[in-house]
Antibody, heavy 120, light 109 residues
Framework: QVQLVQSGAEVKKPGASVKVSCKAS????????IQWVRQAPGQGLEWMGVINPSGGNTAYAQKFQGRVTMTRDTSTSTVYMDLTSLTSEDTAVYYC?????????????WGQGTTVTVSS | EIVLTQSPGTLSLSPGERATLSCRAS???????LAWYQQKPGQAPRLLIY???GRATGIPDRFSGSGSGTDFTLTVSRLEPEDFAVYYC??????????FGGGTKVEIK
């Protein structure tokens, strides 16, 4: 069973960037993707993008195109989500989640979430 | 782009009652692309149902999913105290993109 552990909370000023990490442990040799989802305070879930930890290929939501970059470090089984040009609208909890394509097409393991606060 | 609309926004029920939650897609979607999640305050979402009707590992059988085309339903046959939470439907699109419904809050009446 894969477990996902995310980096700690961040406080950033408007215009800054934030990089959130998501480290996988456990049975990491099965085929899966990592999705990134965020949740603003009191709001619903919003899809940001996906990365294949094995091949490194990515796909991003149109809303975040040009502002988000997802990368991976296979040596440490860690994926990263980098978001630039932050505004107060980016204040949210950011989740990484293991996504199984094919028969399941859903996220069965989630990280604990990383709170990002953007404030001057 | 497919839009998922969940209803009702809030469902007020008592423990032991049956909960029926709806998720409607703006166009027909494949049943194997529809999932349901439960989220409690301060916690990450938890996968309940995948492929419209398959229960995820460890999910009690009081949770069931059904539907096809544009209309999908999550049913909780008898609400337990721990079932009061927010529920989201999710659909996958091209290139592994995802869409979420706005959520249904199931609260204690």
């Amino acid at each position: 069973q894969v477990q996902l552990v995310q980096s700690g909370a961040e406080v950033k000023k408007p215009g800054a960037s934030v990089k959130v990490s998501c480290k996988a442990s456990g049975n990491i040799y099965t085929s899966y993707y990592i999705q990134w989802v965020r949740q603003a305070p009191g709001q619903g879930l919003e899809w940001m993008g996906v990365i294949n930890p094995s091949g490194g290929n990515t796909a991003y939501a149109q809303k975040f195109q040009g502002r988000v970059t997802m990368t991976r470090d296979t040596s440490t089984s860690t994926v990263y989500m980098d978001l630039t040009s932050l505004t107060s609208e980016d204040t949210a909890v950011y989740y990484c989640a293991k996504y199984i394509a094919g028969r399941v097409n859903a996220m069965d393991v989630w990280g604990q979430g990383t709170t990002v606060t953007v404030s001057s | 782009e497919i839009v998922l609309t969940q209803s009702p926004g809030t469902l007020s029920l008592s423990p032991g009652e049956r909960a029926t939650l709806s998720c409607r897609a703006s166009q027909s979607v494949s049943s194997n692309s529809l999932a349901w999640y439960q989220q409690k305050p301060g916690q990450a979402p938890r996968l309940l149902i995948y492929g419209a009707s398959g229960r995820a590992t460890g999910i009690p059988d009081r949770f069931s999913g059904s539907g096809s085309g544009t209309d999908f339903t999550l049913t909780v046959s008898r609400l337990e105290p721990e079932d009061f939470a927010v529920y989201y439907c999710q659909q996958y699109g091209t290139s592994l993109s995802l869409a979420f419904g706005g959520g249904t809050k199931v609260e204690i009446k």
